[in-house]
């Protein structure tokens, strides 16, 4: 609902699965959600880059100009990131670099998935 006042947050029903991926900018921030990871990956993307990102999606999207979207990142989006996310990538299971061409990072976190997901399907008897 960010930045729409006129719609209504939806409540969302997870059901057990053996593999939940959980996204977020400031999931690390909170000790609660960072013990419950068992794995927690960070996507080291470059600071112009991000930026770029936001200009895009914030002008497309939001309809802010970019002079206002390059205000919020130097005042607010980059602080926020020094202060509430940076702090926490020591804890971080694994730091992926940005690049095109990161096939062994994604094979490493998509073995680790299927692992857990081949240790809960098998059968007991």
């Not at 205000?71 to 702090?87: G, K, M, N, T």
């Not at 094979?107 to 059968?123: G, H, L, R």
């Amino acid at each position: 609902t960010f930045n729409q006042p006129g719609k209504e947050p939806k409540m969302i029903r997870l059901l057990p699965n053996p593999v939940l991926l959980v996204e977020g900018l400031f999931l690390f921030h909170f000790r609660e959600i960072m013990d419950a990871l068992q794995l927690k990956v960070f996507l080291d993307v470059p600071d112009e880059l991000r930026l770029q990102r936001r200009i895009a999606r914030d002008g497309c999207e939001r309809g802010y100009p970019e002079d206002v979207v390059r205000y919020q990142w130097e005042h607010h989006v980059r602080p926020a990131f020094s202060s509430f996310i940076e702090p926490f990538l020591p804890e971080c299971d694994l730091i992926i670099p940005h690049s095109r061409d990161n096939h062994t990072a994604v094979d490493v976190v998509a073995t680790y998935i299927n692992q857990k997901i081949e240790w809960k399907t098998v059968s007991v008897s």
